[in-house]
T-cell receptor, first 112, second 110 residues
Framework: SQTIHQWPATLVQPVGSPLSLECTVE??????LYWYRQAAGRGLQLLFY??????ISSEVPQNLSASRPQDRQFILSSKKLLLSDSGFYLC???????????FGSGTQLSVL | KQEVTQIPAALSVPEGENLVLNCSFT??????LQWFRQDPGKGLTSLLL?????REQTSGRLNASLDKSSGRSTLYIAASQPGDSATYLC?????????FGEGTQLTVNP
């Protein structure tokens, strides 16, 4: 069966520090991968999605970047965090078109 | 641009009650609609997926309907239980990405 791993669960970082969040998927190949951000009490905002290794589409201009160095690995990064980067970050994957979207357990990022 | 709205934003019901959550969307050109459940501080769990050609899907006490022409979906929960307390989000798939509503926070009181 397929599983998705996302870490860390919680992260507190000072303003101006770098960020690296990692997500891996097991049990499937060539998944579509997504990074979402959820502000408190709000819906989900799509940040990046990837349909293959090295293929990244950015949805919202921001202080973040994403990379997909391996088929089942998706990384969210920042060189210098801003206060506004605080939020709940979720990685997700799906297989073929019209299949369910499966989420990781999320990372609560607090930038202080 | 697709917009998804969920009403009500919050709902509190006594245990055992049947309830309906509503989701509306502005662009009917969708591939599918999904309903998710989110517990506090957790990721989302997909409950039901309705293809654009389908009218409804059922899983246990949950039934989701889709009326694409009117841009509406409902999630019906039968015989609600305290364990159903969570935030329920709907999302529509327009092809390359899902657009999410802001969710309905459900509390089922024992």
């Amino acid at each position: 069966s397929q599983t998705i791993h996302q870490w860390p669960a919680t992260l507190v970082q000072p303003v101006g520090s770098p960020l690296s969040l990692e997500c891996t998927v097991e049990g499937t190949s060539n998944p579509n991968l997504y990074w979402y951000r959820q502000a408190a009490g709000r819906g989900l905002q799509l940040l990046f999605y990837s349909v293959g290794i090295g293929q990244i589409s950015s949805e919202v201009p921001q202080n973040l970047s994403a990379s997909r160095p391996q088929d089942r690995q998706f990384i969210l990064s920042s060189k210098k965090l801003l206060l506004s980067d605080s939020g709940f970050y979720l990685c997700a994957w799906t297989g073929l078109i019209n299949e369910k979207l499966f989420f990781g357990s999320g990372t609560q990022l607090s930038v202080l | 641009k697709q917009e998804v709205t969920q009403i009500p934003a919050a709902l509190s019901v006594p245990e055992g009650e049947n309830l309906v959550l509503n989701c509306s969307f502005t662009d009917s050109a969708i591939y599918n609609l999904q309903w998710f459940r989110q517990d506090p501080g957790k990721g989302l769990t997909s409950l039901l997926l309705i293809q654009s050609s389908q009218r409804e899907q059922t899983s246990g006490r949950l039934n989701a309907s889709l009326d694409k022409s009117s841009g509406r979906s409902t999630l019906y929960i039968a015989a609600s239980q305290p364990g159903d307390s969570a935030t329920y989000l709907c999302a529509v798939d327009g092809g390359s990405r899902l657009t999410f509503g802001e969710g309905t926070q459900l509390t089922v009181n024992p």
